[in-house]
């Protein structure tokens, strides 16, 4: 029997998926469409999270369907196969900054204990 | 494009509003990938981008249940995909690290694996795949049996095949034919196999001319004009594959022949390797007389609803009828009611053209497969040392929560990368051997134009991979026995445990027992080969040099061929270094039987049943000239040879040993002056015996000797009008053939320019071709058995290196503590000597089950013979103390002081 435990174990996983998070914060600042999502992502973190067109599309139906992100009206003309822009909801934005401060706490616990310094990762 | 066919897999919905954006996004990815890791990103990019949308796929299509705790967790299948995946690149950035160790073992894993695919293709080739007709498995091979004579499967005579096609109930169509090989007008002239065919061989094979028209009923009545079909090979090969060639006509054996038809590439039967069919003319006023001449191949095809064993109820039933169809007073009918009656009997052809090869191969594709086996052993060891110097890194991912499964699908993944890898060399690698195979004899296997790789033998070597990535993957798991806990604690240094220790002496172990079987094999093989080599063929065949010349019987009467068989002795016997010219129409040791009815003076005719008179009937009929006995070097035992009165004197032959024995001997009858002809007819003469010479191998060297009668050809056209057309020549000279080839050419040439020379080759070469293919049996099981040999001593080698390593602080206490080299060398070969004395001891058992089974491979050596036994027990003995000699003496210079510093 194959065991899935080490890539998706369950104590070591945050209650939001990295991926959620990743792409709420990717839409914190700006309204972005998928590649531009993709992009961000991919930058800020320094290539450590590289998003699969797949899972990203995926999980940006499902996180409309939670309410947490909603589609730009387009503006001007719609031009067939231009790409649909996403912007956080008032309600995305709420579950981003509470994940947020989540794993604040978790760093301010390393730095008491002296594992990380001040203004370091 | 494989992209865009697997987002077809998405929802519908799904892809109605992501679908463009979708494909953007993989580009950018595989941009992505590359700019990271080069052109191997291409590759990994494309993979993960297949996974991720299989599964996007599924999470769409089959929506999880949410988790009571967690609505976020990844799908199953994307988790299980995504792990196989990264065990991949786990697996592939391991071998990077480590290039020698990946080189090596895909190295011998391409051997065992490319060893294995190549034997394979030769038994798919040959024994699996059904000949190259429609409906093969309904073809059957009619041939009869004389079991008084000692033939199992005779031919069958025109007659009977003309009687069995009007009167049997289970055959849909019948068809006989002959080989033999005849004379092309080609420039230069060729000499083809061709097929002397009824009308009704095609229909039964199934199968169509490629271009024109097979032979009517028309083309093979007397009379008809003369008509040829060419096969594809023959075509390309010499008239460039011209479609003009339909229709024109071309001289065989100096009878023009019209083209008809071309026959589809690779056509062929019985593995006769058929290059020109021509139609087989039988006159109906001599068919009466022609029901003893049985020289017929002959090929039925079952209706569709009979099955084998109803075809030999109706064709026994047939038989005790015979004499219905016949007519009363025939002679030579079946009888299968009378022990050691004629009877007609079938087998299936494939297993007919087969042949005796089946058990070569299966021999062979074992051999192969132990060798792979010895191999995998091997790389298990290797994978073992490997997995305990990664001891720690597994430690560390178990404690991080890897599952044991999880390590498991590791090593599998690491076991499947380098057999994968192997997997694509050795198809290589077997697609050069057989090539090379193949062209330096091919006509040791039957069938070898059919071998090649095929679907079936890549899915076999598929099969083979996936199996041999998982039995030396799975050798790092005993590993996994140790305690986590230990591993952790133990900090750096890790030492491998009884567990590890017996499962490294079972390797070896094993090794060594299969390596003795495999050696022990080759070895009889060897004893056999040479035992076959140096029969004595009853002749001199140093210094000889043959070739053959067929004089075609249209413009050469038989007094004409027996007058250029002496004028090209002659001029032949004046060239430099030649000592002595003679001719003789069957070449020893391998030509087919005669079984020629044969009157003797002292042998009543139709004698009572019962009685025990010889049948009358000789094995061999040789013609020969003049000199043909001091040329070869028989040695004439009683008598006299023939010589140069006789020419022009009575009627006289030579006989053989053989022929004495049966005919003579039995009945106290003294064989010189006694009087015998070929066959019974009253014009013919009696024959004198003036001598008896050496028996002479003619059935193949591993055959007993056979009744033979030597006819002189230079006097049979006067006594009984006939002289042999197809005559091979023999030279005794002290030159070495490639000197003497080209003036033997020329004097054919001077003589007749139209007459091919063909099979010009040393008695020597002849004996080797006659042994072609025993021969290719040993070379190739001698090669296996030398790389088993090879891979069980680097096995022992690398097993004790690695004990000494392991070693090196106990050894280092030891001489502390006073030890001497000697002991410590004592030491360490009694561990690998005592592993290799256990394999020795298992491997002969073994060799000795297997030399069972080899049984029929082998000529004049016992399946258990002792001295072969006992050679390659010692022969392996001394490798396996060689391979612990090298460790043992590296364990005598270990540094005490270092050591104990360590």
């Known amino acids: 029997m194959l065991s899935i435990g080490i890539y998706t174990d369950r104590d070591t996983m945050p209650p939001m998926s990295p991926i959620w998070f990743q792409i709420l914060l990717a839409l914190a600042d700006s309204d972005r469409h998928g590649l531009g999502i993709m992009q961000e992502v991919l930058e800020r973190t320094q290539g450590a999270m590289r998003l699969w067109p797949g899972m990203l599309y995926r999980n940006l139906q499902k996180l409309e369907a939670e309410r947490l992100i909603e589609e730009v009206e387009s503006t001007g003309s719609p031009m067939a196969g231009s790409p649909r822009f996403y912007r956080l909801t008032a309600a995305g934005r709420r579950e981003c900054t509470a994940e947020a401060r989540r794993l604040a706490t978790f760093v301010d616990a390393a730095r008491a204990k002296h594992l990380l310094k001040k203004g370091r990762p | ?568 002795e002659s001029q032949l016997g004046a060239l430099p270094g030649v000592t002595s010219v003679a001719s003789m129409d069957g070449l020893p040791p391998n030509r087919a039987v005669n079984a020629n009815d044969t009157d003797f003076e002292h042998i009543p005719n139709n004698a009572p049943q019962g009685s025990n008179l010889p049948i009358e009937n000789v094995d061999y009929w040789q013609n020969v000239t003049q000199h043909y006995t001091e040329t070869m070097g028989i040695p004439v035992l009683r008598g006299r040879g023939f010589e140069a009165g006789d020419v022009t004197g009575a009627p006289v032959v030579l006989v053989n040993e053989a022929l004495v024995r049966k005919f003579f001997t039995s009945q106290n009858r003294e064989p010189v002056g006694g009087h015998l002809k070929p066959g019974s007819a009253a014009t013919i003469p009696w024959f004198t015996i003036v001598g008896v010479v050496r028996d002479v191998k003619q059935g193949g060297v591993d055959a007993p000797v056979g009744s033979e009668v030597y006819f002189l050809v230079d006097q049979t056209p006067r006594i009984v009008q006939d002289a042999p057309s197809n005559m091979n020549i023999v030279l005794r000279t002290t030159q070495p053939l490639l000197s003497i080839s080209t003036a033997i050419e020329r004097t054919v040439r001077g003589l007749d320019a139209g007459l091919p020379v063909v099979k010009l080759r040393s008695m020597d070469d002849v004996f080797g071709d006659s042994v072609a293919r ?28 690695y004990l000494v390593s392991q070693q090196s602080q106990e050894i280092g206490i030891r001489m502390a503590l006073g030890a001497d080299r000697g002991s410590v060398l004592a030491l360490v070969l009694k561990q690998g000597l005592w592993l290799t004395a256990i394999g020795l001891v298992l491997g002969t058992a073994g060799a000795l089950a297997a030399g069972r089974l080899m049984k029929s491979l082998l000529f004049n050596v016992s399946p258990t013979d002792p001295l072969t036994i006992a050679a390659v027990v010692l022969g392996m003995a001394v490798v396996a103390v060689l391979a612990c000699l090298i460790p043992a003496l590296r364990a005598t210079r270990v540094d005490p002081l270092t050591t104990l510093r360590q």
């Open chain 2, 774 to 801: 025993p021969r290719f049996i040993t070379v190739l099981l001698g090669i296996f058995a030398a790389l088993a040999m090879l891979l069980a001593a680097i096995g022992t080698y690398g097993v004790l290196s």
């Open chain 2, 1 to 568: 494009m494989i992209y865009r066919a697997l987002a077809r897999l998405l929802p519908r919905e799904f892809r109605a509003t992501a679908g463009a954006e979708l494909e953007l996004a993989a580009d950018a990815c595989i941009a992505r990938e590359q700019a990271r890791l080069g052109r191997l990103g291409i590759v990994t990019a494309r993979l993960r981008l297949t996974t991720d949308i299989i599964a996007t796929a599924f999470a769409l299509r089959w929506p999880a249940p949410p988790p009571v705790h967690d609505t976020r967790r990844r799908g199953v299948i994307e988790a299980l995909m995504d792990n196989m995946l990264k065990d991949f690149l786990y697996a592939v950035r391991g071998l990077r690290r480590q290039p020698g160790f990946a080189f090596l073992t895909v190295l011998t894993l391409a051997l065992g694996i490319g060893a294995n695919t190549a034997i394979f293709s030769v038994v798919n080739g040959v024994l699996l795949r059904p000949l190259p007709y429609p409906k093969a498995d309904q073809l059957e091979y009619v041939t009869t049996r004389f079991p008084a004579l000692g033939f199992e499967q005779f031919w069958m005579s025109p007659p009977e095949l003309i009687e069995l096609a009007d009167h049997n109930e289970s055959f849909s169509a019948l068809g006989g034919f002959r080989s033999t090989s005849v004379t092309v007008n080609t420039t230069p002239p060729s000499r083809p196999n061709a097929g002397l065919v009824t009308t009704g061989l095609m229909p039964t094979l199934g199968v169509t001319p490629l271009a024109g028209r097979w032979f009517s009923e028309e083309d093979a009545r007397p009379g008809a004009g003369d008509v040829a079909i060419l096969s594809w090979e023959f075509w390309n090969r010499q008239y460039g594959g011209d479609p003009g060639v339909i229709g024109r006509k071309i001289l065989i054996d100096n009878v023009s022949n019209t083209v008809i038809g071309i026959m589809p590439k690779g056509y062929d039967v019985h593995d006769q390797k058929i290059e020109i069919w021509i139609p087989l003319t039988i006159t109906p006023a001599t068919l009466p007389n022609m029901r003893g001449s049985h020289f017929l191949y002959v090929v039925a095809r079952r209706k569709d609803n009979v099955s084998p064993a109803q075809a030999r109820a109706d064709l026994a039933k047939m038989q005790t009828h015979w004499q219905d169809f016949a007519g009363a007073g025939a002679r030579h009918l079946f009888r299968p009611n009378i022990p050691n009656g004629h009877v007609l009997r079938i087998d299936p052809l494939k297993a007919d053209v087969v042949g005796g090869a089946r058990t070569a191969l299966l021999v062979l594709q074992g051999a192969v497969g132990l060798v792979l086996l010895i191999a995998c052993a091997n790389l298990a060891n290797l994978l073992l040392a490997r997995a305990e110097s990664r001891q720690r890194e597994f430690a560390v991912r178990t404690a991080l929560g890897a599952g044991r499964g999880r390590l498991f699908a590791q090593f599998m993944t690491e076991g499947l990368v380098l057999s994968a890898l192997g997997a694509v060399a050795g198809v290589g690698l077997a697609w050069l051997a057989l090539k090379g195979l193949l062209s330096i004899s091919p006509d040791a296997i039957p069938r070898s134009a059919e071998v090649g790789l095929d679907g079936r033998v890549l899915a076999f070597t598929l099969l083979l991979t996936i199996a041999t990535g998982f039995i030396f993957g799975l050798a790092p798991l005993s590993n996994l026995s140790r305690r986590l806990i230990t591993t952790l604690r133990d900090g750096t240094r890790t030492t491998g445990g009884r567990a590890q220790k017996a499962v490294r002496g079972s390797l070896v172990i094993a090794e060594v027992t299969l390596a003795v079987v495999l050696v022990a094999s080759a070895g009889l093989l060897v004893r056999s080969l040479s035992n076959l080599l140096h029969v004595d063929a009853g002749f001199n065949r140093a210094e000889l040099v043959t070739f053959g010349v067929v004089l075609p019987t249209a413009t050469y009467g038989p007094q004409q061929r027996a007058d250029f068989l002496s004028r090209l």
